[in-house]
């Protein structure tokens, strides 16, 4: 049996850290890499060169961009009265998917979990207290997933925010118990978004 070179290996081991990808799936991305090395890997490896040196965290929310400040922050046509609360990116990019909420967010970085301990100062959730007083914010709405972790967070987000002038309100129908927002279609998250209820 032939040994695969060292630095395929290497290749195949980095790959196999990305969600969604085990060692046989990963094997089988570079393998098919390396046959569309022109087309496909010399591209993916420069995109990817680029994206390292580029990419950074919004400032303000959390979001990942390439400034100081992300698109969304800095567009004037954003509803500035409104701050969807996200546990991660990848559910602020769901959220956008559905075009159906026109405010600003805040990314926590997670959730609350004792287990893990992850308090509110791992979290982005000091900053997200002081944004609010400063903002001018009349509505958060709790965009965290339906999970034990997600629904502790939102009771303790809503609790920290009890004594501030601002409506709470979390998405409604159509998230599923233990659901999470990036694997849900657009028109599940703009129905739920549009329910939102009272917390």
């Known amino acids: 049996m032939t040994e695969t070179p060292r630095d395929i290996e290497a290749l195949i081991d980095l790959m196999s850290r990305l969600p969604g990808l085990g060692p046989r799936s990963a094997r089988r991305a570079v393998l098919a890499m390396l046959k569309r090395r022109e087309g496909l890997m010399a591209p993916l490896a420069q995109a990817l060169a680029g994206v390292a040196l580029s990419a950074r965290d919004c400032a303000r929310c959390g979001n990942i961009g390439t400034a100081d400040i992300c698109a969304i922050c800095a567009d004037p046509a954003r509803v500035g009265g409104e701050l969807c609360i996200v546990e991660n990116v990848a559910d602020l990019w769901a959220m956008e998917r559905s075009r159906a909420f026109k405010g600003r967010y805040h990314v926590l970085g997670g959730t609350l979990s004792a287990l893990d301990q992850i308090g509110p100062d791992e979290l982005r959730i000091p900053a997200l207290i002081e944004r609010i007083?400063?903002?001018?914010?009349?509505?958060?709405?709790?965009?965290?997933?339906a999970t034990v972790d997600g629904q502790t967070t939102a009771?303790?987000?809503?609790?920290?925010?009890?004594?501030?002038?601002?409506?709470?309100?979390s998405l409604a129908q159509g998230v599923p118990i233990g659901g999470e927002l990036d694997y849900l279609d657009d028109g599940t998250i703009g129905a739920a978004l549009r329910a939102r209820r009272g917390l």
């Open 155 to 169: 009771h303790y987000i809503a609790d920290a925010l009890g004594g501030l002038a601002v409506r709470i309100t």
């Open 133 to 145: 007083a400063q903002d001018g914010v009349a509505e958060i709405i709790l965009a965290l997933n």
